[in-house]
């Protein structure tokens, strides 16, 4: 880091966040780790109260209406609301700068103190003084200090609030002022992201500030430990990704012991980031822990075999927009001969379920759009992030009708035994905020979902990009044609272009077409070999001259930095060419690799004259250990305590040779206009085109952005209706004469609109029956918390409960029997759950009051007495016995419970022609459900303990 930096004076891109660099004055830091916790109950928004009486009371009262309180707040309105509570906090930052590293660290004590006091609340007063000193310990620490904008990010945080905020200026940095308030209180702050190595690289790079504050914090990512994830998440403050500690929480909730529990405390605040990927996008696709189930292979096969002979119109009618297929009478009869079966409907021979699967995934699943294969394997991609989704699969068994579709293993069925939305998941953190680059646009699902307001916060510059008309043709092809046209332009010029696609296909087909113009590139998609190499792709795509296509997933992450990213470039170097010439000791491979090729001859030298005294250093085994590890962290790896200080030094002289060259090539790029996007199509919501565009002009620099579509994308052909047509029918060109008509871009924004509308009705709908499933899963989970975390007694006393309520009901339902068959039916009934049970007190023609005193008494005798039977052969046998059966009865009838559910959302869809809405009946019958599933998990639990024999 040059020593001419200052606090104010010099602006710095970092690849994380927008910042002002400072020397640190104080020398090295030795930050101490601390941990407390606390224990507090679970808030839980938004109940039905229709179940039983205890729900209101878990639950609390019904909430207001959705967007009462929530607010979508502009970036004007966010300057007004809170410019001068970050005045207050600039107040203090010449006061934080006098104090010392050892007062510093007093004044974070201090205030966690403070924090812990205001049970109900952080005071203002606090707030100001945490932001004041977390601003200036990143400064001494991690060389980042926070603009205003970044503070008042944070503010709006505090808020429970979805952060807009522009691409590149420094959501990363923006985090550390809330979650440092609550990590102070101890009670776990939960810091969430799409992936593992964006939870990686923001851990490694923020840890020094927390450690130094005092505040521990901890990392979980898909190959932690079970040891490992109960550390982290027992720290005030966890990276994590969205699915890790979804599945975390589904695993909590099988586990048998809770020593194989990792989240041991009530959640309290989480921060999401791309908080509109993981909140709207992936919530389209629940959690499934599954195990295996039936599957009928030979079936599946042959009705793949089946529909490729079938014609669509003859056979079969589709409905593009719902992705419904129905047979006509036509393709009924010839695929009843062709089978030869009398009906295709039989129960007893179901064919049904497998035609309309194997049609769904013949007309409506695509190869490279929807889903890759990958070893043998169906992976599905998230059509609006780009991202592959290892793990999750299409239920009913689609998944399997697409392998057998594309020829592959036919993957075991299975059923789910777990299984939770993102909705109802992130609902259970009673503080929730999240960040993203677009969320205006989808306020209304923020606020009605998730009861979080939107907050847009200014740039730290002007947005200096230019955002061009879209540009339509008449067909695809033309529209190809003028888009490698305009790549060809702007890469003679040298200007850098990113080109957005859709699907893996479409960026196939435009890699092909480059490739026949001569022209290099990099390509990004969910492709493992693409998918990758991600961040090194993206970091990169601001060099000169460089093309890069990629899917959605070029919207996400890492920033498009002009020039270059120095210090990506500078780890690349050092665990490719560095790396090797440390093992082989061959000069050529430092000298001739990548942009070290470009460095003055002298520089080279230098370089190579430390390489050759490094190789020489006894410590050279642990540079190469250090090296090779550095490969799966984060860009400032050498920067850690663990890096060994030759290479260290290597290191720091390696980035300043690269930064160098990257700042005559960002001065290059600027002048030529800076990045360069262009959108192959318009995607289903605008927030995906604003990610994309935004991928361009950050931090004040220049850029520009077009879209390219035609009248055959997928988006007008779907939604477009008798409205396309109209306007083609009015513009008589040719496929590559382009139509810049505002007619024509008013259309495309209306569709686009009426799209968005329309996917956000379809998930409001599937979010209004998951809410009535989510009010008995945490009725369930909370119960089966309750028993594997009592103690001893109060396990024993659930038990007598459940004997009470099972003896009063035999004792209720005996009253509908004549008086004289009474006592022979409670004798009958009560011997089946608790053998050796006397009622020899009754006689025929007692009242219900007097048997229902007498029939309590034995249960509770019965109850001692099996307890006391059981500790006979060991003390503590009956709790361990009684703990273990409640827990089977109940995860088995919960897993038959949410198949019938799934069954019942399915048949409750035609209750529409009867008049019924749907959702109503759904969630009466699903009440009438969940309360059978009660009732026989408690009788069978008191039936299946007392028939225990040691």
Known sequence: MASHLSRTSTQCVTGFVTTHLRLPRQGKLDGNTSSKVFRRPIRVAGTKANLFGFVKQAFGPQQPSPTAGVQAVDAKDAQRRFGARVDQVNSLEEHMERLSLSQLREKASELRNDVLRHTQ?????????????????????????????????????????????????????????????????????????????????????????????????????????????????????????????????????????RSDQVLLRPFHFCLIDEADSILIDEARTPLLITKEGECDAAKIRVAAGLVNVLKRGVHYELDNKAQLVNLTDRGVSELEAALKVKDLFDPSNPWAPFIFNALKSKEFYSRDQDYIVDSGKVIIIDRFTGRALPGRRWGDGLHQSVEAKENVEISIGTQAIASTSYQAFFKLFPNLSGMTGTAISDFVEFSDIYRVGVIQIPTALP?????????????????????????????????????????????????????????????????????????????????????????????????????????????????????????????????????????????????????????????????????????????????????????????????????????????????????????????????????????????????????????????????GGDQMKDLMSKFRVDDDTPIENDLVAGSVDRIQEQVEDYYRGIRRRLFEFDEVMNVQRVIVYRRRSTWLNCSDDELKDLVSEMCVKTGSDIVSSSGKKPVKERVGFLVTKLSAFFPGILLSELEAGNGLDRVAEVVMKQVNESVLAKFSDLDENRVGLAVEVARYLALVQLDSLWVNHIRTMDLLKDAVSFRNYGGERPLDAYRTEGDRLFSEMEAVCRRNTVYSFFQYRR
């Open 121 to 257: 609340g952080f005071t203002p007063e606090t707030v100001t003084q945490v932001f004041a000193l977390v601003r200036e310990v990143s400064f001494r620490t991690i060389g980042l200090r926070h603009f205003d904008v970044q503070v008042m990010a944070g503010l709006a945080i505090l808020e429970n609030s979805i952060l807009e905020m522009a691409t590149g200026e420094g959501k990363t940095l923006v985090s550390t002022l809330p979650v440092t308030i609550y990590g102070f209180l101890g009670r776990g702050a939960h810091v969430v992201t799409v992936n593992d190595y964006l939870a990686r690289r923001d851990y490694e790079l923020l840890k020094p500030v927390f450690e130094f504050l005092g505040v521990s914090v901890g990392l979980v990512v898909s190959t932690s430990s079970t040891e490992d994830r109960k550390q982290a998440y027992a720290s005030d403050v966890t990276y994590v990704t969205n699915s890790e500690l979804g599945f975390d929480y589904l695993r909590d909730h099988l586990a048998m012991k």
């Open 463 to 719: 947005i200096a990009r230019r955002d061009y008309p879209d540009v339509l043709f008449r067909s695809k092809q033309g529209k190809l044609n003028a888009l490698v046209k305009e790549i060809h332009r702007a890469h003679t010029q040298k200007r850098p272009v990113l080109i957005g696609t859709t699907s893996i296909s479409e960026s196939d087909e435009i890699s092909n077409l480059l490739s026949n113009e001569g022209l290099t590139y990099q390509v990004l998609n969910a492709k493992p070999e693409n998918a990758s190499k991600e961040s090194q792709i993206i970091s990169q795509a601001g060099q000169i001259g460089a093309i890069t296509i990629a899917t959605n997933m070029a919207g996400r992450g890492t920033d498009i930095e002009l020039g270059g990213n120095a210090k990506y470039l500078t780890k690349m170097i050092l665990v490719g060419p560095v790396r090797s010439y440390l093992e082989t000791g061959k000069d050529a491979d430092v000298s001739g690799s990548g942009i070290v090729s470009c460095f003055p001859k002298e520089t080279v030298q230098s370089l190579i004259d430390e390489l050759h005294a490094l190789r020489t250093k006894d410590e050279l085994l642990e540079v190469n250990a250090f090296l090779d590890e550095m490969r799966f962290s984060s860009e400032q790896s050498w920067l850690s305590p663990g890096c060994p200080s030759q290479l260290q030094d290597l290191s720091e002289m390696l980035l300043s040779f690269v930064e160098a060259s990257i700042s005559s090539q960002k001065r290059e790029v600027l002048s030529l206009g800076g990045l360069y996007v262009m959108g192959t199509e318009r995607h289903e919501a605008r927030r995906i085109d604003n990610q994309l565009r935004g991928r361009a002009g950050r931090q004040g620099d220049p850029g520009s952005s077009r879209f390219f579509i035609s009248f055959d994308d997928t988006l007008l052909q779907l939604f």
